[in-house]
């Protein structure tokens, strides 16, 4: 517990806040971690990470720093401790000189890895002997491909479109893959076969099996990316070297993989660069946990994967122009199914979509971020992100504009901090990008003539090219937020059904086919996430809108927000998305002229944590394991304190037993929650000097109290006898009146003196 007093910060916190990051990232803290402000090697948790990852931590100040695991493509992560309130103005420039100093040391220690990995691998293949027969070549049914060998392990070099080697990759007979520590790879490629002319086929996949098989196929070149997250930035380097080269991307189809990486990677490159998209066809027969070309050769045969190739590259014929009638033009359901056409993928389609929500939810806040993210403008690496190329123009209409702007303000301002970016050129896209507008109420017939004016202002027609090699133009139609249906359009009577299908309506059909959100309520007091929640009003804002979606609390974790899918007309990948609220401080001038701090408040969103998959399971069954604990602890300290006794936390240990540092944590969370309080016995009286502090629970209504006032019940606050020695009386007074002295109060914990 510590003893420090308001305003201060917790660095003990701060250092578990930091572990708790590092783990989050699969990052094995190191049992002393180094709070010098320099770059650190340490591990992954993975089996082959060593010195795989890095840290940089400041304690000095205002605890912050990052890290990076090496192994999931994720980048550096930027870090700052929570300190329970929100961030100065000073404290906030202090972070952001240090995230530029520690990116230049990081790009200094890269260049220096990058260099020495160079020299290594050149070294090393200059030594290496060409491959002849290798158990990985065996197994897989491939040729080497003028791969070597050094030690055992097949070496595949890794080189710029200028041909100069920057690092290895290497292959075990037992198929494990490792890179040159510190090499290059963005970017990097291996080709197979000699590069194609001007005009010729070139194909881009991620491993050198999958390539081999594809080359061995077709006789096409293959640049070898060697993972699906160097497949876009190979296949730029690629197209802006050769231009007026057909590009292939052969992508694996991760099928049993959340999100099915290789899929998304490959489409995301293909589109990027104009290339055609290549997937493997299994058929009706695909061997359980088959997903590249190669285990299409193996399965199939190169036939099959000629095949593959030969029709994307040359797209289906064209319908007979003489078709006798064009009812009998057939469609063909198995190879031209059409998705819908997403803002958010997955997640919103186009059309009238219903967002319902309660009072204080955090609708605006929700809200004004997700629109964000169909304009383009997100947190690195959002899972929910559109394709670059694929942002829309959003014109939110809003009962409170200078809400909106504050939203807007702290959360582009996060992105460019977390990017290390000024915040300048984020803002000057969300200017050209978002228009807000302030809201006038009036009917949905009135607010129709302002469409063909969106329409035609913020239309975007984007140039692309299909898996079929096909070009196409994509009109893209901006976003229109109505923020919320009861400021904004005029009903007489909003549980009118007839009214209310009127109004969406108006807004399906004469609305310019524009994308429109609609910001409502939901129908019951209650904005918990349970069974059975509508929408408010008429029943019809749900049975006509085109797909509805409800913002909700989760019912056993009040302060936790959820965004639940409801009616859609497409199957979505996810159902639940989780909302976390992140706030910041900015200075503002009011209209005395004065300086104000304002605090900036926003959400984020992702994909909830709930799966229907085995490791789902799991994750549940450690969540329920987590709250049986905790719920274990205070039963325990709560039958103590009921028998007149007081626990610490190694008597704690002793009466839950199980893994100590499991109960230890917990009890640290229940702290943090509130949940159980640590009392100290003043200094001097504790009657064992390894029993100076206890634990005693807190109600609902005593968390409360706590929080407000600082004040805890006497009783709670009571030193048993058992714990502290007899009280010392003074000499005369209180020995001829048989009178105690005054109990000295017991040391109090800081967040109570704060």
Not at 91 to 112: D, L, M, V
Not at 193 to 201: L, N, R, S, V, Y
Not at 205 to 227: I, K, L, N, P, Q
Not at 640 to 657: K, P, Q, V, Y
């Amino acid at each position: 517990m510590t003893t420090a007093t308001q305003g201060a910060i917790d660095i003990a916190k701060a250092l578990d806040q930091f572990r708790a990051a590092l783990l989050a990232a699969d990052i094995e803290p190191p049992e002393h971690i180094e709070a010098d402000g320099k770059l650190h090697r340490c591990n992954t948790t993975a089996k082959n990470g060593r010195d795989d990852a890095a840290y940089v931590l400041h304690l000095d100040g205002l605890p912050a720093g990052g890290y990076q695991n090496h192994q999931d493509g994720a980048g550096w992560q930027n870090w700052r401790a929570d300190i329970g309130r929100p961030y100065t103005a000073a404290e906030t420039n202090a972070y952001k000189s240090r995230i530029e100093e520690g990116r230049k040391q990081r790009e200094a220690e890269a260049a220096q890895r990058r260099a020495k990995a160079k020299n290594e691998s050149a070294t090393q293949w200059a030594e290496a002997v060409a491959a002849q027969s290798h158990p990985y070549l065996q197994r897989k049914g491939i040729a080497a491909h003028g791969l070597r060998v050094s030690n055992g392990s097949l070496l595949v070099p890794m080189r710029d479109t200028e041909g100069e080697l920057h690092s290895l990759q290497t292959i075990a007979a037992d198929g494990t893959k490792r890179f040159q520590t510190g090499g290059r790879k963005q970017g990097c490629f291996f080709t197979i076969g000699e590069m194609p002319a001007p005009d010729g086929i070139l194909c881009i996949v991620e491993g050198f099996a999958t390539g081999a098989s594809v080359h061995e196929a077709t006789g096409y070149a293959v640049a070898v990316a060697f993972d699906a997250g160097n497949l876009l930035p190979v296949a730029q380097a690629l197209h802006e070297k050769h231009p007026t080269m057909r590009l292939a991307i052969c992508a694996d189809d991760d099928y049993q993989t959340a999100g099915n990486t290789g899929l998304t990677k490959g489409r995301e490159a293909a589109k990027t660069v104009g290339a055609v998209l290549v997937v493997p066809d299994f058929g009706n027969t695909r061997p359980d946990g088959a997903t590249d070309f190669n285990d299409l050769h193996k399965a199939q045969g190169l036939d099959m994967v000629a095949k593959c190739l030969q029709r994307a590259l040359c797209g289906e014929p064209e319908p007979s122009k003489d078709a006798p009638h064009p009812l009998t033009a057939f469609k063909d359901l198995g190879e031209k199914l059409m998705p819908p056409a997403w803002l958010i993928r997955g997640v919103v389609a186009e059309g009238v979509a219903l967002f319902a929500g309660g009072h204080g939810v955090g609708k605006t806040t929700t809200i004004a971020p997700l629109a964000m993210g169909t304009a383009g403008i997100h947190y690195d690496g959002w899972e929910l992100a559109p394709p670059p190329e694929q942002w829309r123009h959003v014109v939110y209409i809003t009962e409170d504009a200078a809400q909106v702007e504050r939203i807007i303000q702290g959360y582009v301002d996060d992105i460019a901090l977390n990017r290390g970016e000024s915040p300048e050129a984020l803002q000057a896209l969300v200017r050209e990008r978002f228009h807000l507008v302030e809201g006038v109420r009036m009917e949905a017939a009135q607010i129709v003539p302002a469409a063909p004016y969106y329409r035609k202002r913020f239309t975007r027609i984007v140039e692309t090219v299909g898996v079929d090699g096909r070009a196409r133009s994509v009109e893209l139609l901006p976003l229109v937020v109505i923020d919320t249906i009861a400021a904004t359009i005029q009903l007489d009577n909003e549980n009118d059904n007839s009214e209310v299908s009127k109004a969406i309506a108006v807004l399906k059909q004469e609305f310019e086919g524009l994308p429109t959100w609609l910001i409502g309520h939901t129908a019951k007091a209650n904005i918990g996430r349970t069974d059975g929640i509508t929408a408010r009003g008429a029943s019809a804002w749900e049975a006509d809108v085109n797909q509805v979606l409800y913002l909700l609390k989760e019912e056993k974790a009040p302060y936790q927000r959820v965004l639940q899918l409801g009616k859609r007309r497409f199957e979505a990948p996810h159902d639940v998305f989780d909302i976390a609220s992140k706030c910041n401080t900015a200075m503002a001038v009011n209209r005395f002229g004065e300086s104000e701090l304002l605090t900036l408040r926003w959400a984020t969103i992702a994909v909830g944590k709930i799966r229907h998959t085995p490791q789902a399971a799991k994750e549940e069954q450690k969540a329920a394991d987590k709250a049986a604990l905790g719920q274990s602890i205070i039963d325990a300290v709560q039958a103590a304190f009921d028998r007149g006794e007081r626990l610490n936390s190694t008597a704690i240990c002793n009466a839950i037993g199980g893994k100590k540092q499991a109960v230890v944590d917990e009890i640290k969370a229940l702290q943090d929650e509130g949940r159980l309080l640590e009392v100290g016995i003043p200094r001097g009286r504790a009657l064992q000097p390894s029993r100076n502090r206890f634990f005693v629970p807190l109600s609902d209504e005593e968390r409360e109290a706590f929080k407000e006032t600082g004040e805890i019940p006497e009783a709670k606050n009571a030193i048993p006898p058992s714990w502290c020695k007899p009280e010392k009386t003074a000499p005369n007074d209180a020995a001829e009146s048989g009178d105690a002295a005054p109990e000295e109060q017991p040391e109090m914990p800081a967040e109570a003196a704060a």
